[in-house]
């Protein structure tokens, strides 16, 4: 039977992960970030390991189909396309990797930019194909 998180009783907890890191990180537990060349720490507030960069939000796809794995041979650079919610509530960024064109969904960490994730959930409102009362009306 699975481990039930004692907040939500309706939500498994996550589990820790045995993670390999590629060889390429920084010293100290760090990586550094693709896209602003920022180094971030591995340690993140809210999910088991760090899969993105919180300034910028982009990501290497490094892993396969368990998040934390490091499976992926491909390594391309992930950027983030866009955010869904949970019916729990919890934030997903969706990762599209430009090498080979797969998708991802990671959780939002803690200390991920609050603006950067704002300007991505607030997107589709500023595309003037779409018509805002339309999207007001769902």
């Known amino acids: 039977m699975p481990r039930r998180n004692p907040r939500h009783p309706d939500r498994r907890t996550q589990r820790r992960k045995d993670v390999t890191h590629r060889a390429d990180q920084r010293p100290g537990g760090a990586f550094r970030c693709a896209g602003c060349r920022l180094d971030v720490p591995l340690g993140a507030p809210g999910t088991a390991h760090r ?21 992926a041979d491909c390594g391309g650079r992930m950027e983030a ?3 869904f919610a949970r019916p729990d509530g919890e934030w997903m960024l969706i990762h599209h990797c430009l090498v080979c064109g797969e998708l991802s969904a990671n959780r939002i960490a ?3 930019n609050p ?3 704002l300007r991505m959930a607030v997107r589709p409102l500023s595309d003037s194909r779409v018509p805002v009362r ?5």
């Open 51 to 71: 899969n993105h960069c919180p300034q910028c939000l982009i990501s290497l796809h490094v892993d396969g189909r368990v998040p934390g794995d490091r499976a």
């Open 81 to 83: 396309l866009s955010l």
């Open 110 to 112: 803690g200390d991920d």
């Open 115 to 117: 603006l950067a994730l």
């Open 134 to 138: 339309a999207l007001l009306a769902l």
